[in-house]
């Protein structure tokens, strides 16, 4: 259970830490998934053997990141070293899977794209995410934006890996800077503006993210996220009876997980009071 007390609320490090925890735990889970969905039979010209390495990989990572090296070893190029690198990635040996995926990404002479090895770079800084390395993640993510300037759905992706890189390294500026320039490309995306919102209110502009999470309830009232955030402005605000009321709800509404147990920590540290745990430290 996360250790709180009062003045740590007000400060908003607790805050910082749940919900920085929230955005960047769900990158954690995705990357196998999603950023891995990218890696499928339509890259390298729709290579069958490309498939059928990842397919190995899903089986048994350890195995298929070996035969993703015979492959190499027998010409696989590209397509064997970055199926070698996804292999490292599922098999949690992240920091290996961003080394491979910058170099694959950072070698113009391979045959990629442009906007491939943007993908890759993007990749590799999710993956220097999971290692816990977010300036190499900035760096790798930096890489991917001077490559990538056709798809704005991709840029709004790095833009916000980015703003989560920066966010790791606790710097709320350049990441809510970030969030900024996610929304130019997603106006009204529920989790940028919370997020966005949080950056905020660590930077000690309450207003804005009062305005910022008011944006996003007003179109759904039940989002938890803002609901956690909103109500840590209430205790922020002095109305811990409306905070109380939105933690409540998170926790009706969510079944288990990071976001109920965040509200359920709040209200646990809510109950015992500004005269108990909630005393200055």
């Not at 943007?118 to 790798?140: C, D, K, T």
């Amino acid at each position: 259970m996360l250790k709180m007390s009062y003045t740590a609320l007000q400060r908003g490090s607790t805050a910082l830490a749940v919900l920085i925890g929230l955005w960047l735990m769900p990158a954690a889970a995705q990357l196998n998934e999603s950023e891995r969905a990218t890696a499928n039979s339509n890259w390298f010209g729709g290579s069958a053997a490309y498939e059928l390495c990842l397919s190995r990989v899903e089986l048994d990572p350890e195995d298929g990141f070996d035969r993703a090296l015979a492959w190499y070893d027998q010409g696989g190029g590209p397509p064997a070293l970055h199926c070698a690198a996804i292999a490292l990635l599922t098999a949690g040996h992240f920091a290996d899977a961003a080394d491979r995926l910058d170099l694959i990404a950072q070698n113009p002479s391979n045959g990629l794209d442009a906007n491939m090895r943007a993908v890759i770079f993007n990749q590799a800084g999710n993956a220097w995410m999971l290692e816990g390395f977010p300036e190499q993640a900035i760096e790798s993510l930096n890489a991917a934006l001077a490559l990538d300037t056709q798809s704005t759905g991709r840029l709004a992706e790095i833009y916000f890996d980015r703003a989560r890189a920066w966010i790791m390294a606790q710097n709320w500026d350049e990441g809510v800077q970030d969030l900024g320039r996610v929304l130019d490309y997603a106006p009204g995306a529920k989790d940028v503006l919370t997020l966005r919102a949080t950056g905020y209110r660590a930077l000690g502009s309450d207003q804005l993210a009062w305005d910022d999470v008011t944006r996003v309830l007003s179109d759904d009232p039940d989002y938890s996220p803002a609901l956690i955030e909103r109500g840590v402005l209430y205790v922020l605000g002095g109305d811990s009876d409306l905070a109380r009321a939105d933690w409540v709800k998170v926790m009706l509404q969510e079944d288990g997980g990071e976001l109920e147990a965040a509200a359920r920590d709040y209200l646990h540290e809510l109950d015992i009071g500004p005269h108990g745990a909630f005393a200055a430290e």
